[in-house]
């Protein structure tokens, strides 16, 4: 007998990406000048931050939200906001992607505010976007989807992201982000190739981290205004 399908997965990729933009931009506003390679780490963190986000909505739009439909033509408002989020969202990154290419590698002052608020934009838009996502999108996927139906989704998600470059970055990314409970599980079931880049990618993840990051208060999430 089928059960429910484990979003454990899908949920922590949404719980990193929320997180990540504003500890960016509260560690682009604490970088003194002068500091090379702090400014150095943030650029290299956002291209990974950038590359996973593109990689996460070209599989929400081309293989979970097409499914999704299928199966609830209801949910197409629904749908149809999240398009419009996805393309509003690349309009911002495109704007922090053109404010990193811009900085200077001194770490000038003025540059980095403005980085970092255009990174707060984002965050302000994602922390949208992903409480749509998960009150009213994700409880879809839970209930109408069975656990068989959803892991062949997931199959197709990881041949279409492979193990390449990104996955170096996006792996200690999304898995740095569980609670100790959901990592454990998560590894211990995971592939052999996804354990051994875990293992190699933690520790450099983790550096970076440190450089470009800075922490900044837990948000609580606010109301969804369901599309009619």
Known sequence: MST????????????????????LAAGARSIGGGDRRRVAAVAKYWRGYQGET????????????????RRVPEAAGLLDQTDEDH????????????????????????????????????????DRHLDLEDAEIMPLVETWFTADEFE???????????????????IPFIVGEMPDDERKRLMADAPLPLRLLYRLARRPHARLAALALRPVPDRVPEPVAVPV
């Not at 429910?4 to 500890?23: E, I, K, N, S």
């Not at 593109?54 to 439909?69: G, R, S, W």
């Not at 062949?152 to 996006?170: M, R």
């Open 87 to 126: 393309h509003e969202l690349d309009r911002l990154m495109a704007a922090c992607t053109a404010a990193v290419d811009g900085l200077d590698p001194w770490g000038e002052v003025a540059q980095l505010h403005e980085l970092a608020d255009r990174l707060d934009r984002l965050a302000d838009l994602m």
């Open 152 to 170: 062949q989704l997931e199959q197709q998600a990881n041949k279409a992201i492979g193990l390449g470059k990104q996955a170096f970055f996006t």
């Open 54 to 69: 593109l990689c996460h909505h070209t599989i929400e739009d081309d293989i979970v939200f097409p499914a999704l439909l």
């Open 4 to 23: 429910a399908p484990d979003t454990t997965a899908y949920r922590a990729v949404h719980r990193a990406l929320r997180v990540a933009p504003r500890r």
